[in-house]
């Protein structure tokens, strides 16, 4: 369809002069029939018969119907093409097959922003069909399509679940640089850029920072973009990704951080579930076990090395083979989607991991997987200075870089942990979505930086 004019907007003085109601989120309408409300939104769809047409309006809640059967009014919706931004005033009368149960009879509409042009989506369809590339090279139309909108509405009320849970256990929110002069991780894969003339990079994480905050507020909470520059092209692997993390100091050991986990996944889950985002995707409540069980990573290799009949005796890691092998043999065992892998070995962990009592060969360290995949990651840090400045030296990392950081553990730490949890990552495990680009809004990879 060739591009049209749009139709002027409503001035102020034509407003008051509809004297029309205040609007209503469709979500919201009034059960009575009978009453005149408005509406406003976007065009989803017009179906026409011979006497009637049936007019969808979208706003960010929900759909209605509205039934229009004066000749002009139809003829101007049908000239406008979908996606149209247009505001409905009527009758709300009950009707069952419509969506919402209601519908809006004796309509005045009023075209607030004619498109262009139609959309290259066709986003009043249930699904939208087309690959995974078009519907990122036109994510503008795309994300408004109801079920995208609906599996970004549960990013957000993930997060709001994290906030809240932490909040209420006293964790203070912290906002940390993401410019910085070291990369906590070690020097791989990161994003490196020129800062003033000098070497900078964009941070892996807040670990350092948000280690150097237990010292001021005991316990400490961040969700903010964190960057990997991974070479990879896989379905879980983002360049930029929403990074939620945490760090609380007077542990026990690794542990202690392992049930606060569990609660926060708890309420996650649960501001997901309220948010209605699971129902409308048809997508059943996860369940988060009171006490999810663990193995230790030895252990997990032994009973790796028997179904795969191969020596993993030596392996610093476990591939993703590994892991959903794990998920399946915790269901198996435990009846359990979830499965804590604890006691990595210390030469995979970063420098600031806090060894095992009596074993300094592994780690007080846990990767959580969920069906299979690993979700979270975390433990227990070093806390004291002289502990710091041996792990530093045996990888031969320059201390220098980590003065500013080094110089909480010189004033006095308590023993603390945390852990970090990809917002996308785990979304989209959650959902059962097999891409985290189909979660993750406008996603950085190996190939996109647009839009």
Known sequence: MSPITPLPSVSMAE??????????????????????????????????????????????SGVVQVVLDDPDTRGMVAALPHESVITVTGTLVAAKNAPGGCEVHDPVVTVISAALE??????????????????????????????????YRLLAAALAGFRQVLTAQRFTEITTPKIIGAAPEGGANVFRLDYFGQSAYLAQSPQLYKQIMVGVYERVFETAPAFRAEPHATTRHLSQFYS??????????????????????????????DSGGLELL????????????????????????????????DEPDLAPEHERWLGDWAMRQFGSDWLFVTGYPMRKRPFYTHPEP????????????????????????LHRLEDYEQALASRGIDAEPFAGYLEAFRS??????????GLERLVMQLCGIRNVRAIALFPRDLTRIAP
């Open 118 to 151: 139609e959309p290259v989506l066709d986003l009043y369809r249930p699904e939208l069909d087309a690959q995974q590339s078009t519907l990122l090279d036109h994510a503008a139309v795309a994300l408004r399509h109801p079920r995208r909108a609906a599996a």
């Open 358 to 381: 009596g074993d300094p060969r592994w780690s007080n360290s846990f990767d959580l997987l969920y069906k299979g995949l690993e979700v979270v990651t975390g433990g227990q840090r």
């Open 412 to 421: 006095g730490m308590p023993p603390h942990g945390g852990f970090a949890l």
């Open 15 to 60: 407003s008051r002069h509809l004297a029309r109601p205040p609007r209503c989120w469709i979500d919201t309408l009034p059960t009575p029939e009978g009453q005149r409300v408005t509406v406003s939104g976007w065009l989803h769809h017009l179906r026409e018969l011979k006497s009637v047409a049936f007019l969808l309006v979208r706003d960010t």
């Open 244 to 273: 939620l993390d945490m760090e609380m100091g007077f542990i026990e050991d690794h542990h202690t951080v392992m049930e606060m986990l569990t609660g926060v996944l708890r309420g996650m889950i649960g501001a997901m579930a």
């Open 282 to 313: 048809e997508i059943p409540v996860p369940v988060v076990p009171s006490v999810i069980p663990e193995v230790h990573f030895r252990d997990a290799l032994d009973l790796l090395g028997d179904a795969f009949e191969s020596d993993l005796r």
